[in-house]
């Protein structure tokens, strides 16, 4: 579990590529689900999002109709207005033009009305294209990317200049105002390396958070645009899981939610059975799941993570459907949702 800290400037890390390398933007289907089912809970808010719909008409909505959708966001905005969301971006809404700027679009209109989103991302697909291109092969042990000096230098070089960069100019041509950080910036972050970091190198995990360099930038309605890679004490470089440092950061901020991006509906009861989502959840109730071994997989380090942040003081963690339209509105301003929230 990281410390929240406050500490003397960083040393200075550089990382430097020589290998020309031209800009890749690929395309992929939007993707459309069907609507799942709505399971009862309680504890969440009972006024239905309003997003969806306006997808099937083939007439512009009357005003009355926009009117009757800025009502129903009232209450929504009520309780989230002024407060920090983390969201960790990752998956399909990453790859696909449509799912990013839906992501986008979510983002400043929640900064819009008061909230304070602060953005994660990793970046893996633009990394595997790139090593690819460069004729380096990709390697993953357990799920996590085995990275030497080499990669490590193409790791920083794709999330901090490329991935964040495209985010923050999107944002900002979006209507907000983003800046773009990584965890080496104000030492936001400080890395230490993963116990078997002889097997997979430069993989790290977060030893300390410092969060004072986000909170003047969330106070004065920036949305900061976070890159999951830092340096230990001596300013060498790590490669830091996305959904782990997003996780730490909404515990050093107090946050009042973490939501994590998935190409998953979200936790299922049955793994095979899509319309099983489990809609809302205790930590008790999903550590059984675990054990049991309905939760497995990759979704174990993710429920880690929320079960972590929700420890240390985290209202609320969600893990919802990235490939879903809008998935951040549905989850934030509707009864619904867009997967799973776990509770403390």
Do not use: W
């Not at 116990?195 to 977060?206: I, K, R, T, Y």
């Not at 004072?212 to 899981?241: C, F, H, K, M, T």
């Not at 939610?257 to 059975?273: F, M, N, P, R, Y």
């Amino acid at each position: 579990m990281a410390t929240v800290t406050s500490n003397a400037p960083p040393k200075s890390f550089s990382s430097t590529i020589s290998n020309p390398l031209k800009p890749l933007t690929p395309k992929l289907p939007s993707l459309r689900f069907p609507p799942r089912k709505k399971h009862h809970h309680q504890n969440r808010l009972s006024i239905n999002a309003a997003v969806s719909p306006l997808e099937t008409q083939t007439s512009p909505p009357s005003p009355d109709y926009r009117f009757e959708i800025l009502s129903e966001s009232l209450p929504f905005i009520q309780k989230f207005r002024g407060k920090t969301i983390v969201v960790k971006y990752g998956g399909a809404a990453m790859t696909s033009p449509e799912l990013k700027a839906s992501v986008v679009s979510d983002l400043v209109l929640l900064s819009c009305v008061g909230l304070r989103p602060i953005l994660v991302h990793g970046g893996g697909p633009d990394i595997n294209r790139y090593l690819k291109q460069l004729n380096i092969p990709a390697e993953f042990r357990d799920g996590l990317r085995v990275t030497d000096a080499t990669t490590m230098e193409i790791v920083s070089m794709v999330l901090v200049g490329k991935v964040n960069k495209n985010l923050v100019s999107l944002i900002n041509a979006a209507g907000a105002t983003a800046v773009g950080l990584s965890g080496h910036d104000g030492r936001l972050l400080t890395a230490r390396p993963v116990p078997n970091s002889a097997q997979l190198g430069f993989v790290g995990e977060v030893a300390r958070v410092d969060p004072n360099v986000l909170r003047p930038l969330v106070a004065s309605g920036y949305i900061p645009v976070i890159a999951s890679v830092a340096a230990d004490e001596g300013g060498q470089a790590y490669n830091i899981n996305a959904d782990t440092v997003a996780g730490e950061l909404a515990a050093a901020l107090g946050a009042e939610k973490l939501i994590l991006l998935t190409d998953v509906a979200g936790i299922l009861e049955d793994k095979e059975d899509v319309g099983s989502l489990v809609k809302e959840i205790d930590i008790k109730g999903v550590k059984r799941m675990i054990e049991d071994g309905r939760v497995g997989g990759g979704m174990i380090p993710k429920v880690n993570c929320c079960i972590r942040s929700l420890a240390q003081g985290v209202k609320t963690a969600s893990i919802i459907d990235g490939r879903r339209q809008h998935s951040l509105l549905h989850e934030i301003m509707s009864d619904e949702g867009a997967g799973t929230m776990i509770t403390g």
